[in-house]
């Protein structure tokens, strides 16, 4: 019963990046924006460990491979925003 009491604590930020991103964006027109962020966040966020170290695939795939033609600035930064909630929540967990 008290784990969802932590539940609005994880959930919450995700929505609010999520919708920051959706509402920064340039051309609200292109289709599935809203889950292109939801995407794009969790992208940026998915981290794989060797051993005790961590590494950025996610963000290295999403930053630099993944070349977007509109809504550019949007998903970099709801790419880096990503990688930083995951490193954080890494950080305050270990």
Known sequence: MTSLLFFPIYI???IA???FGYY???NKKEEILFLKCFGYFFLG???FWIDMWPLPIGFLVG???L???VNTVMKKRVIIIGLSVALLSH???F
Request: charged residues 15%.
């Open 17 to 19: 990046i999520i919708l």
């Open 67 to 69: 070349k977007p033609k």
């Open 12 to 14: 919450l930020p995700i």
């Open 24 to 26: 920064t964006a340039e």
């Open 45 to 47: 966020a998915f981290i």
């Open 63 to 65: 930053f630099f491979l």
């Open 91 to 93: 950080l305050l967990i």
